[in-house]
């Protein structure tokens, strides 16, 4: 275990001036847009994001050369007064899998949200556009930096970012869903920017490498820690929290719901994760760990079976969201600050690769679910049948994400769940392994379910359209690469745990 | 009682009292109205902080000045985006009201 001084990279490395880069460009790329009007605006953004995927690769290569953090402190403004940006291994990882997931989105989006010439421009294809290139911006911020106010700032950015896209379609189920969306995620950023307020007055910094140094396990530590925490537990829609998501994930464009369900409530995620295993790392209980990890297998019961008693196929796809969240939290308790090193480590690249593959096959099944709904004209379950023969693409790309949601080998999604399997029965967490396992199982009801309702007959006088082959590759793709990943080694990943003090 | 504790007692008032309009008022610009009041909690207990520390000499600590500035702003902003979605969903359903509505399914 490295001391905790080793986290506190104070100096600019060679190349931290990509992290500024992969958060400005974004910002440049967006006033341009404003500025140049609806036309363009798709290719802007898509120039926007290819740039950003370029960035993030270079900063991941960097991180895996150096096999230490890239760091760049703004404007030479050292903390506790300035901010630094720091990119780890998770860090990196994540900006690349950011980028990879918008760009797909957003060349899924192209047709869309076109402004062709001739006809006027429309307001919600700008919007879109704009708020999918703000939501890629906010996120890189929520990566790099390691300042708690800094982060608020980009957790506020990313949900106004999010909402317009929620709410676009207009209809006022959907804004009902973005208007309850948007409450839940300014109640919660209220409650972190409480827990951060009680931070300051208590340390006087809210550098996250500074306040773990001279953390004191007190009272005042332990409320702000807590608010924070519940704060971005609203934000990340774990169980108790997750009414607000299937809503307002089912009612936005496929795309949207693409990046929303893969990305955007990982946000907050990270947050969390970098918040207990870098800021507060001794405070971490056992007893409060096993109560996140609790709401965590309650998402995974209660939402795979509401998941499965859906009768449209875009909520049963925002519901498996909940449930695929909650594996997520097992790793606040099966990577203790005591235990071995191989099983903490086996935990966190299980937690980690579940979030990649839950990123890559939840977009592919979106957006999959947004072709089918186009081919049908619906998305009610009951009537999907016909689907296999009209667009077989899309029922393929549906059955490999299904593959790596259910945790069937080979996929990501199995060497996630079996990683963390692994470390939970090592512990002697039996239970959550039960609830792994369980999870697993629902979800393969599910998914069967739909599949089988895909392949079956065409209802009688139903009238199927035809959809571009290049958006259901698109979707193929980005569930490919889900399952691909159960193609890496089932083992302790290095690169994740490159800058930290695991 | 010194300034300072009846600062911090009136920000934890105004962040218990808004805590309680979140969560029984059932209207969505009653909800929007609490999550405002417990904004101005936070920024108070922010400003109480600052003054607190201003241990050098200074009128006060100026980060948190500058941070309550920022969080104003956002909060300014989260409220307006609230308001246009408000409007625009009373103009589409003719109230506004999150409740969720069976009837709309098809």
Known sequence: MMPLQALAVTETTPGGALLVLGIVMTAVALVGLIGLGGRGARAIVIAALLFQLYVSVRVALMVAGTQ??????????????????????????????????????????????????????????????TALLAMASALNLLFTSSDLFNLYVGIELLTFAAIPVAAIKGGADTLRAALRYLLFAVFGSMLYLFGIVLLYGAYGTLDISGLAAQLQPNAATLTAAGFVTVGLLAKTALFP??????????????????????LVVKGSLFLLMRL????????????????????????????????????????????????QIGYMFFVFTLAPKDAGALIAETAWTGAWTQVVAHAFAKAGMFLAAGLAAEVLGHDRIRDLGGLSSRAPLVVLA??????????????????????????????????????????????????????????????????????GHGRQWIALGLSAVAVLMGLLPLEPIAFLAIGRAL | MSPVLLFWLAGSGLIGLSVYGLIVNPHPLCKLLALNLLGSGVFLLFGVIARRGASAGLGGDPVPQALVITGIVVAFSATAIAVALLLRLHSEAGEASIDEEEDGQP
């Open chain 1, 241 to 262: 929290f997750h009414l607000w998501l299937p809503p307002a994930h089912a009612g936005a464009p496929a795309a949207g719901s693409a990046v929303l369900s893969a």
């Open chain 1, 276 to 323: 207990w295993f870098d800021t507060f790392p001794t405070l971490r209980e056992p007893a409060d760990m096993q109560l996140l990890a609790l709401f965590g297998a309650l998402a995974v019961i209660v939402g795979s079976i509401t998941a499965l008693r859906q009768q449209r196929l875009k909520l049963l796809v925002a519901y498996s969201t909940v449930a």
């Open chain 1, 68 to 129: 230490s953090p890239l760091a760049y402190v703004v404007g030479g403004f050292h903390p506790p007064l300035g901010i630094t940006l720091r990119a780890d291994g998770i860090s990196a990882l994540m900006m690349v899998v950011s980028a990879a997931i918008f760009l797909g989105a957003a060349a899924f989006a192209w047709k869309d949200f076109a402004q062709p010439k001739g006809k006027p421009e429309s307001r919600a294809s700008l919007i879109f556009w």
């Open chain 1, 398 to 467: 549906f059955a490999l994400s299904g593959l790596s949601l259910m945790g069937l080998p080979p996929s990501g999604g199995f060497n996630a769940k079996f990683m963390l399997l692994v470390a939970a029965l090592a512990e002697g967490h039996w239970a959550w392994g039960a609830v792994i396992i369980a999870g697993g199982m629902l979800a393969g009801a599910y998914v069967f379910g739909v599949l089988a309702r895909m392949m079956a007959e065409p209802a009688a006088g139903a009238s199927l359209k035809a959809v």
